[in-house]
């Protein structure tokens, strides 16, 4: 992996290089760590952007990335994950926070030792290297949110749902 290259590994994705974009919103919840230096982050359709080293950005917020060609991680998580809707809901209701310094440094410093193990330009050698790559950046970011979050609550309809259909039997 290069800069500049996206890691696709199940419900979770890694890009790793410079990012440009026009607000959009994703299905997927995205934290992104700005690599070398802060980033503009523009939140919602309309004003400006403000420059942030980290953000962590809910489902369906509209938002726009411009890194000015320097270096971002983005971790993409899709639904699937265990934990996914904790981390979702540890979020402000605005849709953007800011990791803490902590895990910023725990984020780059993965990446940074990643580059260093791999020949040919930092190039990573093998998939169980990339593997471990995407879970170790999941792996720092994703416990930390949940740990501030509600646990999980089905919603009524769900649990009436199956109340009937235990009943049913």
Do not use: K, N
């Not at 299905?27 to 080293?53: C, I, K, N, W, Y």
């Not at 983005?74 to 209701?93: K, M, T």
């Not at 994703?142 to 109340?163: E, F, K, Q, T, Y």
């Amino acid at each position: 992996m290069v800069p500049g290259s996206l890691v696709l590994r199940g419900p979770r994705a890694l890009y790793v290089g410079p990012l440009s974009s026009r607000t959009h919103a994703l299905h997927a919840f995205m934290v992104v760590v700005g690599l070398d230096r802060p980033f503009l982050l523009r939140v919602g359709g309309r004003g400006g952007f403000s420059e942030t080293r980290s953000a962590v950005i809910r489902p369906g917020t509209p938002h726009a990335v411009c890194s000015g060609g320097d270096g971002l991680a983005v971790l993409f998580v899709q639904p699937e994950i265990h934990g996914w809707l904790a981390a979702v809901r540890a979020v402000p209701a605005g849709g953007v926070a800011a990791l803490s310094a902590v895990t910023e440094r725990r984020v780059r410093s993965l990446l940074d030792e990643a580059w260093d193990r791999g020949t040919g330009g930092g190039r990573l050698d093998s998939s169980a290297e990339v593997d471990a790559l995407v879970d170790g950046v999941a792996g720092v970011v994703l416990p930390g949110l949940r740990g501030s979050a509600p646990a999980a609550v089905l919603d009524p309809r769900i649990r009436r749902g199956s109340a009937s259909a235990v009943g049913r039997g």
